[in-house]
T-cell receptor, first 115, second 112 residues
Framework: AQSVTQLDSQVPVFEEAPVELRCNYSSSVSVYLFWYVQYPNQGLQLLLKYLSGSTLVESINGFEAEFNKSQTSFHLRKPSVHISDTAEYFCAVMSPQGGSEKLVFGKGTKLTVNP | DAGVIQSPRHEVTEMGQEVTLRCKPISGHNSLFWYRQTMMRGLELLIYFNNNVPIDDSGMPEDRFSAKMPNASFSTLKIQPSEPRDSAVYFC??????????FGEGSWLTVV
């Protein structure tokens, strides 16, 4: 069975500082990896995903994540954050073998960007 | 596209009452998911359907919970009888199999 560990439950940073949100997964088979973002009182929105190919994936708003198979990690990074990036971020894993579409989520990391 | 539509957005009910949550997936999507979000347990998959057929219901907590998908454009999650520990945000999500899963805004349930 898959599992996801998000090592930090809360990450406070100042505006324009870099940030890294850590994610490690556990799976015995190949995986797809995702980052979702949840703004207060809203649903989850896909930020970026890794399915195959290049291990570095980027979002349209400056976030990027790198799939590292040897370290079973998929950390999310942004070189310079904005106040508007304040939200909760969820890492998720899917093992598509056998046709499963089950997404397993981590517990989330609350990113707070302070002025 | 209207996105995944859930109703009600907020519900407060008394313990023992029946609760029905509704979901309209994105048109053309053939997979539908029900997730529950709580502070203690995070996001948990309750059940998912593909082409209206339940594929994995291993996350359904107990017999008090049931989910149906009578057609491609509608699904319900029912709790009967409801208990305070069922208080949570319930998310419906949909996808075109193998592609991105899109979430609704959630139904915020409080059982008192």
């Amino acid at each position: 069975a898959q599992s996801v560990t998000q090592l930090d439950s809360q990450v406070p940073v100042f505006e324009e500082a870099p940030v890294e949100l850590r994610c490690n997964y556990s799976s015995s088979v190949s995986v797809y990896l995702f980052w979702y973002v949840q703004y207060p009182n809203q649903g989850l929105q896909l930020l970026l995903k890794y399915l195959s190919g290049s291990t570095l994936v980027e979002s349209i708003n400056g976030f990027e994540a790198e799939f590292n198979k040897s370290q079973t990690s998929f950390h999310l990074r942004k070189p310079s954050v904005h106040i508007s990036d304040t939200a909760e971020y969820f890492c998720a894993v899917m093992s598509p073998q056998g046709g499963s579409e089950k997404l397993v989520f981590g517990k989330g990391t609350k990113l707070t960007v302070n002025p | 596209d209207a996105g995944v539509i859930q109703s009600p957005r907020h519900e407060v009910t008394e313990m023992g009452q029946e609760v029905t949550l509704r979901c309209k997936p994105i048109s053309g999507h053939n997979s539908l998911f029900w997730y529950r979000q709580t502070m203690m347990r995070g996001l948990e998959l309750l059940i998912y359907f593909n082409n209206n057929v339940p594929i994995d219901d291993s996350g359904m907590p107990e017999d008090r919970f049931s989910a149906k998908m009578p057609n491609a454009s509608f699904s319900t999650l029912k709790i009967q009888p409801s208990e305070p520990r069922d208080s949570a945000v319930y998310f419906c999500a949909s996808s075109l199999r193998g592609n991105t899963i899109y979430f609704g805004e959630g139904s915020w349930l409080t059982v008192v």
